[in-house]
């Protein structure tokens, strides 16, 4: 048998998720978010899942290339835009959409006028605007002319007409309303911005299921698609079905007294004679290193505690409340079982960070 450990990717929770979160804003285009090679589920592994999607979204063009070899034929959208000018030709070559966020990035489009208006290929392209975030987007003073600007591009290539975009900064708050930027008040910004005939691409995960009435008529969700919360709720209180499982097994139980340690640094102390077990999983597989003592590991059927440091490939976890816990003990690091959200949340990241970090030499198999 080879090392126990194994990821599944569940295409279907997918397309449940989509299912769901469509019937959160009906009305709305629904653009699924597939960057990190599809929040580390393996982007052409799920694409079976990602069908009723009405776009897909990402950063790198090999990426593209990859996903119109396997057929995907609807938009896709750069969602950083086009980096130089070799990067805006292959977009046009590979039939993408993108993102304009900065005014160095419109001044480039202006620039291709010529070969935009040769080009088959028509892009639709989404102005982002910051209005309050302050990472990516044009500031809120430029965007009269810049929509201007682009309106002519675009009528005189025959480019579909431009879609306006922002992003939320505070859609997953607890508390939501008194953040210090708003969902609302982002919403209010960028509508007060909005030419006639142009549509809006605004919700992330969270606005699309904590507010859906600001989502806009484009919709941009990532996280839930693949079954983890993006906050604040649990993923469980949004319905959503998590699309990847990491499991293992128990692979050797140390018997150890009071008063002994366990692992590197020897953080772990014994306070009653305990059982440990060893359960082949590691930072090398993605398991986060800085997860303190009493992470919960399933196990069995049980909720158990992580016991001392995490290494390269092993963990340990205390199962004296388990004794029946043995070499062959199937266990679960996040999962059906065990919500990927529970475990970021216990070792101080988000279920973001796990996901994505699904190391290379972790089997993977679909369900
Ligand atoms: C990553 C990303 C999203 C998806 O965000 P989630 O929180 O995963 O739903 C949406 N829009 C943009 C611009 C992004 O970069």
Known sequence: MPRPIQATIRPDAIANNIRLLKSRCPQSHCMAVVKANAYGHGLL?????????????????PSVEALRHAGWAKPIVLLEG???????????????????????????????EALLLSSTHKPRIHLKVNTGMNRLGLPLSTVG??????????????????VLMTHYANADAPNRERAPVTVQQQFERLQNMLPTGWQTSLGNSAAIVNTSQYAGEMVRPGIALYGATPGPLAAQAYGLQPAMLLNSAVIAVQAIKKGQWVGYGSRWLAGRDSLIAIVACGYADGYPRHAP?????????????????????????????????KPGSPVQLWGEHLPVDVVATASGTIGYELLCALSQRVPVGLA
Do not use: Y
């Open 293 to 325: 003592d009493g992470v919960p590991v399933w196990i069995d059927g049980h909720i158990m505690p992580l016991a001392g440091r995490v290494s390269m490939d092993m963990l340990t976890v205390d199962v004296t409340d388990h004794p029946n816990c």
């Open 145 to 162: 002319a810049a929509t201007r600007a682009l309106a002519g591009l675009a009528k005189r290539c025959g480019l579909p007409n431009p």
């Open 45 to 61: 592994r799920v694409l079976k899942g990602l069908e009723a999607a009405d776009s897909l979204a990402l950063l790198e063009l």
């Open 82 to 112: 086009c980096f130089d000018d070799q990067e805006l030709h292959l977009a046009l070559q590979w039939q993408c959409d993108w993102v304009v966020h900065h005014p160095a990035q419109l001044e480039a489009l202006v620039g291709h």
